[in-house]
């Protein structure tokens, strides 16, 4: 599909999984090619993306709830294939049982609020995984899941 034709909320969704796929490229490396399943319950790691992608679709503009949960299953079906839905489920679930997903998605706005602000002219699109600091994400993963790389 030519990228002018998709809807803002998938642009933006897709945008922000990019900068996340290196991160996920390593755990898979270390891991014979595939996510460990335990990635899927991961609080931490799943809230700071849930945070961080809320941003991005604050930043673009989305404020219709219904919208916004499309982006968040865009953003998670592009980095966890096939499960999207069931994180998107268990989100509310999760920002009211878990502090460590409700602290880790706190720090994902944090993060990626500044993200956006060093945004200057560039635009979300243009931004590379490299040019992100994804700081106590990176401990966390370099912590948890160790990486052969």
Known sequence: M???LKP?????????????????????SSNDGAL???????DYLIGYLA??????ATFAGITNPKINGLTNLHFFERLF???GMTICRQ??????SSEEYL???QEGVE??????????????????ANEVDLGSLSEHIAHVYPLTS
């Open 91 to 96: 989100h509310p679930e999760k920002m009211s």
């Open 2 to 4: 030519l990228d002018f």
């Open 51 to 56: 945070g961080s992608v809320a941003v991005a």
């Open 111 to 128: 993060s990626f609020n500044k993200v956006i602000g060093s945004l200057e002219e560039k635009g979300l699109k243009n931004i590379t």
């Open 81 to 83: 294939p096939k499960h």
């Open 8 to 28: 803002k909320n998938v642009k933006i969704a897709e945008s922000v999984a990019r900068l996340f796929h290196p991160i996920l490229h390593d755990i898979r």
């Open 103 to 105: 602290s880790a998605y």
């Open 36 to 42: 460990p399943v335990s990635v899927l319950q991961d």
